[in-house]
């Protein structure tokens, strides 16, 4: 699987919208860009997932370079709750050989009141 | 969705001894997984839970050490054997179902915190 860089920490103000980066410039073409968190002393949280066209889902909006060397997932509107640890994860499609997830060190995303 | 429970949520354990962690998935599901976190670190996999065979381990772990069973499509465990304070972590259980919505979301356990003096 394609190693992902993020950064270790961001903050964001509450009501803002939070906007993590995720470089994966070595992603293969059968590999999705895939965003989970983990909020504290829990199991992480599938967020969203894509392949080359933006996304967007109830929870968060992915933004996927033309190239595909990296990405950014939207939190339109941040609030406490968001307060977690994101990975950005790049993995070939469910089922395919090596089709398990594997964890970077993440971002820490702390949202202010 | 898909839910997923642990037993125990936490242990406290003497050094030598081994523990075996449960995990239950409300449907049935592909693929089961095995994932340990270190205090203050990111999820690293043990391995995958096949079932009607072995599991596959990742690099740096072996069965003698996390023997793994997986009898059907719902139900897996982690023992984690002759265990010392480096082994003090959160295992988590993690499974792929391909039937429910989001297709390809992997869905995650609450964890086991185990403590090993």
């Known amino acids: 699987d394609a190693k992902t860089t993020q950064p270790p920490s961001m903050d964001c103000a509450e009501g803002r919208a939070a906007n993590l980066p995720c470089n994966h410039s070595?992603?293969?073409?059968?590999?999705?860009v895939y965003w989970y968190r983990q909020i504290h002393s829990q199991g992480p949280q599938y967020i969203i997932h894509?392949?080359?066209n933006n996304e967007t889902n109830e929870m968060a909006s992915l933004i996927i370079t033309e190239d595909r060397k990296s990405s950014t997932l939207i939190l339109p509107h941040a609030t406490l709750r968001d307060t977690a640890v994101y990975y950005c994860?790049?993995?070939?499609?469910?089922?395919?050989?090596?089709?398990?997830?594997?964890f970077g060190e993440g971002t820490q995303l702390t949202v202010n009141p | 969705s898909a839910v997923i429970s642990q037993k125990p949520s936490r242990d406290i354990c003497q050094r030598g001894t081994s523990l075996t962690i449960q995990c239950q998935v409300d449907?049935?599901?592909?693929?089961m997984f095995w994932y340990r976190q270190q205090p203050g670190q990111s999820l690293t996999l043990i391995a995958t839970?096949?079932?009607?065979?072995?599991?596959?381990?990742e690099s740096g772990f072996v069965i003698d050490k996390f023997p793994i069973s997986r009898p059907n499509l719902t139900f897996s465990t982690l023992t984690v054997s002759n265990m010392s304070p480096e082994d003090s972590s959160i295992y988590l259980c993690?499974?792929?179902?391909?039937?429910?919505?989001?297709?390809?979301?992997?869905?995650f356990g609450p964890g086991t915190r185990l403590t090993v003096l």
């Open positions: 894509g392949l080359k």
């Open positions: 993690s499974a792929l179902t391909p039937f429910s919505r989001p297709y390809n979301e992997q869905f």
């Open positions: 449907s049935q599901v592909t693929m």
């Open positions: 994860i790049v993995r070939v499609a469910q089922g395919a050989s090596g089709s398990r997830l594997t």
């Open positions: 070595t992603i293969s073409g059968n590999e999705y």
């Open positions: 839970a096949n079932q009607g065979s072995e599991a596959t381990y």
